[in-house]
């Protein structure tokens, strides 16, 4: 009879314990959103795939064409092509495409460019159902944004 009560009081003393830890959580300030419908503003610490800067003065970006960050690139995912047009001083970028199924984030792209073209986007939502999908036409995403 005595194990009964003692099992008894066992049982009440951890169902109050998970009571108060679920009351807790009831009256805790809430910290999470419902995502996709609900965002926050991710840190500028965050890395997504590279992007075309958007120069403020001339509403376009700012790449000279000088093929550094493809040639420095580890994992050859920039395709950058350019060519020289009548009056125009250097060469027109007219390609710059990032394969970012073999990009690894490393960050020697955008340290290479010495007029700052590139920086890494805040991009996250990255899904799809083919490679091709993570094959980037940066050029065409900056002329959006302009
Ligand atoms: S993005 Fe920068 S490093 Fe790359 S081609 Fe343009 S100017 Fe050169
Ligand atoms: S971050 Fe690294 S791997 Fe990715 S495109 Fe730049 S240089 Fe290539």
Known sequence: MSGYFSELITGSKSLL??????????????????????????????RGHIDLVKDE??????????????????CQCITVQGEKREGVKGKVLTLFALDFTKCSLCGLCVESCK???????NEYE????????FVFDLLKRVKERA
């Open 17 to 46: 314990v998970g009571l108060g830890v679920t009351f807790k959580a009831l009256i805790s300030p809430v910290v999470t959103v419902q995502y996709p419908r609900e965002k926050i503003d991710v840190t500028s610490a965050v």
């Open 57 to 74: 003065a001339t509403g376009t970006h700012r790449c000279m064409v000088c093929l550094s960050c493809m040639k420095v690139c580890p």
């Open 115 to 121: 007029p700052k073209a590139i920086d890494f986007s």
């Open 126 to 133: 990255l899904a799809g159902f083919t490679r091709d999908e």
